[in-house]
């Protein structure tokens, strides 16, 4: 079959990576010409292991263009086009809307971008010309092509009988669960999930800071909570809290979508409100004065992805920033607009603090003679994930929800 993929993100190349290696013919659109030019260079234009060696590969089944027109011709268009935040925490559709405008002929369009429940029947009623599925993506960045070759489940959303067959045919060869449904339970799965995640973050993040005052060891406690298999450990790891393109715009865009039809929902504001108040809380845990310098070691918002949107350690220098602190980052792979080290060692030098803010295997593991240039040895494990630092003599190691290693 030949599908057109418009947007070539992290969802739209994966998916793309995904169909390709499936035998299937595909049109990537992307409209940002940069980034074109270098998916035709064969270059990804981000952090995502697998994907360059299938681009090269499957290379005759792909065709690269900013023309949305191009895939007019396919069986099937996929949107992946980025859906950010407005302002209020809305959804912003406009990216939809004007790759759905762009086409001039009927198409049966595949929704794969994250948007609000409901709007795909809004979709349907704008573009009555076109037919609709919604068929929401869960990868991780990181592992996005592993994820889209073997998911957890497929979602499929669609009021067409004939889609929703054919798609199941197509997506049944993952031999994964899929689940059949309407648009908006399809719409729904994908924000609920999203937000059981950050609300289980958030509730350990509320954990670690009782904890913290009660003398108990918030990591203890979760691997103790994890074992049950009901409640599972993932996603329970004290710290900064959730940052990333999904999450605060997701749990935003939910409680948008709640307000829009009168109502609260409690659990999830508290949750990211107790996401936004975490930051807050390790900075509290810094006595720091005009003119120290703090190194942030690791900046992008999870290990395995230079992606820098709403990554908790922007945040956090933008606060320390405003109390005329120095900022210098390191990170193996993403970057930022502040001061930035090429070395974990050129960070630390004449560091006041360090501060773990990614939990990257090459900064988890950092010996203790890594920290010799610091001006003062004071670490702040935001992700309790130190593993030199678990030595409870040390009086200068503080982690997030675990004072009882003093
Ligand atoms: P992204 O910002 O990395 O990529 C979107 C791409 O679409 C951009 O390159 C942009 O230039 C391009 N684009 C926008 N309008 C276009 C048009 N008319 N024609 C051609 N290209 C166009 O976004 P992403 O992270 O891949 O996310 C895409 C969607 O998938 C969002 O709705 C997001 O919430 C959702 N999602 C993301 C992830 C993730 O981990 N990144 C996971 C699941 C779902």
Redesign the pocket.
């Known amino acids: 079959m030949k599908f057109g993929i418009?947007?070539?993100?992290?969802?739209?190349l994966a998916t793309l990576c995904g169909l390709a290696k499936a035998g299937h013919e595909v049109i990537g659109?992307?409209?940002?010409i940069p980034?074109l030019e270098q998916l035709k260079g064969g270059t990804v234009p981000f952090h995502e292991p697998g994907m360059a060696e299938v681009l090269s590969e499957y290379q005759d089944a792909i065709t690269w263009t900013d023309d949305?027109g191009l895939a007019s011709g396919a069986d099937y268009v996929i949107l992946?086009?980025?859906?950010p935040s407005r302002e209020d925490g809305s959804c912003d559709l406009s990216?939809i809307e004007?790759?759905l405008a762009?086409f001039k002929t009927p198409q049966k369009i595949i929704i794969?971008?994250?948007v609000p429940p409901g709007t795909t029947n809004v979709l349907k009623v704008m573009y009555p010309a076109h037919t609709f599925a919604i068929v929401p993506?869960?990868?991780?960045?990181g592992r996005a092509l592993a994820d889209v070759l073997k998911p957890h489940r497929v979602v499929i959303g669609s009021d067409d009988l004939e889609m929703c067959e054919e798609l199941a045919g197509i997506y049944g060869r993952l031999g994964v669960p899929l689940v059949c449904t309407s648009p908006i339970n399809a719409e729904f799965i994908k924000y609920a999930s999203n937000a059981f995640l950050a609300t289980k973050i958030s509730f350990i993040n509320d954990l670690s800071r009782l904890a913290d005052k009660a003398g108990a060891d918030i990591t203890t406690i979760a691997d103790g909570m994890g074992l049950d298999p009901r409640i599972g450990r993932s996603f329970l790891n004290a710290g900064l809290g959730y940052g990333g393109?999904?999450f605060p715009k997701?749990m935003a865009a939910l409680l948008h979508v709640a307000q829009e039809n009168g109502l609260d929902l409690p659990v999830i504001r508290a949750a990211a409100e107790t996401n936004d108040a975490q930051i807050r809380y390790l900075l509290s845990k810094l006595d720091v004065t005009r003119g120290m310098r703090v190194a942030f070691l690791g900046l992008a918002f999870k290990p395995g992805t230079d992606d820098m949107r709403d990554a908790p350690s922007i945040a956090l220098a933008q606060q320390l920033l405003l109390q005329e602190v120095e900022v210098i980052g390191y990170d193996p792979l993403a970057t930022w607009d502040y001061r930035q080290a090429d070395t974990v060692e050129e960070a630390l030098d004449g560091a006041d603090y360090a501060i773990l803010v990614t939990e990257w295997e090459e900064l988890v593991n950092l010996k203790p003679e890594a920290f010799a240039g610091m001006r003062q040895p004071r670490f702040i494990d935001a992700r309790n994930a130190w593993k030199f630092a678990r030595d409870p003599r040390d009086v200068q190691y503080e982690g997030v929800g675990r004072m009882q290693q003093k």
């Open positions: 418009i947007g070539l993100g992290y969802v739209g659109v992307e409209k940002h980034k949305v992946a086009v980025g859906t990216y004007a790759a762009a794969r971008s994250t993506e869960f990868l991780q960045e393109s999904c997701d």
